[in-house]
């Protein structure tokens, strides 16, 4: 199945981009009924080219995006993790002790063009194929690629072999 996407998607960061330096990015982002906050936490050095990550994902309703905006309609994030415990309780054991007493702003807003396609390996497990064009917005605009192999259940084992021999055929 091919999808294509168009949605917004905030990175939020201290001032002085404490997550960033230590390797974690907290992200919000529209999907298509919803929204969802993900925290990734990257190893500090990997052992291969594959990147393994712990990832803290939750959807995020609407009516709680509309209670966190203020005003002028700027997204308060402390508002939406307050409200979300499994994101509270990362946030308080893992995130406060790098930020300490630093709130998170938004430090990047892209709006995100995706198509992805889901590969199912049998009984064996499922991989999600996405390309992604990023489009940077503020005073350098530009466009990022990037291209993601997600294994949405299974064992990198399961599918490493049949995945890599089948994104050849596209």
């Known amino acids: ?19 960033h330096k230590n390797n974690v990015t907290f992200n919000l982002r529209k999907r298509d009924e919803d929204w969802a906050i993900t925290i990734k936490f990257r190893p500090k050095t ?3 080219d ?19 905006k203020d005003d002028i309609g700027n997204i308060n994030i402390h508002i939406i993790i307050s409200r979300i415990s499994h994101i509270r309780e990362t946030f308080e054991n893992k995130i406060r002790k790098i930020t300490d007493t630093k709130p998170l702003i938004i430090a990047n807003y892209y709006d995100i063009d995706s198509i992805s396609a889901d590969y199912w390996l049998g009984e064996n497990g499922k991989v999600t194929l996405s390309v992604d064009e990023m489009k940077v917005k503020g005073k350098n605009p ?23 021999l089948r994104l050849f055929d596209y």
């Open 46 to 48: 990997q052992k291969s």
């Open 142 to 164: 530009k466009s990022l690629f990037e291209m993601e192999i997600e294994i949405e259940f299974g064992t990198s084992k399961s599918w490493l072999d049949t995945i890599s």
């Open 50 to 68: 594959l990147i393994e990550r712990v990832e803290v994902n939750s959807a995020v309703s609407n009516e709680l995006i509309d209670q966190s």
């Open 1 to 19: 199945t091919n999808i294509a996407k168009h949605r917004p998607n905030f990175y939020f960061d201290t001032t002085d981009l404490d997550l």
